[in-house]
């Protein structure tokens, strides 16, 4: 049992509804078709006056079939063996077995689609890779994800900010979790055609509740 103020209670008996009729709703079903995801990197700082030297750097990952979303908070974009980890699991998620790994012409980012398209190769899986030329807006997806998990993390800081009375620094873990926290959040409450995106990729409905940061909250647990 939970008090306190829950912005959201999942409808478990219209969701299973809805996830027993998927292939008659016309979202995409899990049935090994090639899916692309795109990916890139997303910069954040605290405010646009903040004195912090460097930028809070993050792998935004995103799902063209179902929208599914994925952040994974980083020290550097050097780190192209945590990065390529990340990816593979990522599409190992999604269920699908044939995947295209799309990315704009970075050259770090090019560097990490051609590691993973190489480790995914070598464990037997079918990987392409598409790269949309310069200035063509061609990775779009991956943009739009990064500016909605951006604005949502920014939106959750900024009340926390405001309840603690304290500015919190990018510098700060509680800025990489909540990158993080705010994919999942986008990917499991965003409905699309009656659906999330978590519900489609992960077959079932979520349990989860929220709750507001920086309040106190009353919960039972059983214990064995």
Not at 8 to 35: A, E, I, Y
Not at 53 to 60: E, I, S, Y
Not at 63 to 78: I, Q, R
Not at 160 to 176: I, R
Request: proline content about 4%.
């Amino acid at each position: 049992m939970l008090i306190g103020s829950l912005t959201h209670l999942t409808n478990h008996s219209v969701r299973v509804v809805l996830l027993t009729v998927r292939g008659q709703t016309g979202m995409p079903s899990k049935d090994g078709s090639c899916t692309t995801v795109s990916f890139d990197y997303c910069y954040t700082k605290a405010g646009e006056a903040s004195q912090e030297p460097d930028a809070l750097v993050a792998l935004v990952m995103v799902d063209s079939k179902t929208g599914y979303l994925g952040c994974v908070p980083m020290n550097s974009k050097n780190q192209f063996d945590f990065a390529t980890k990340e990816i593979i699991a990522f599409c190992q998620t999604l269920g699908y077995d044939d995947v295209m790994l799309r990315c704009d012409n970075e050259p770090s980012v090019l560097q990490l689609q051609r590691l993973v398209a190489q480790a995914r190769k070598q464990m037997g899986l079918r990987t392409q890779a598409c790269t949309p030329s310069a200035y063509e807006h061609g990775n779009a997806l991956a943009e739009n994800g990064i500016q909605r998990i951006r604005g949502l993390a920014g939106s959750i800081m900024h009340g926390l900010q405001m309840k603690l009375g304290a500015t919190v620094s990018t510098s700060h873990a509680l800025w990489t979790w909540c990158m993080r926290h705010s994919a999942w959040v986008l990917s499991t409450y965003n409905p699309h055609q009656g659906l999330t995106a978590y519900e489609v990729v992960m077959e079932s409905p979520t349990q989860a509740r929220f709750v507001s940061m920086v309040n106190q909250y009353l919960a039972l647990q059983n214990h064995p």
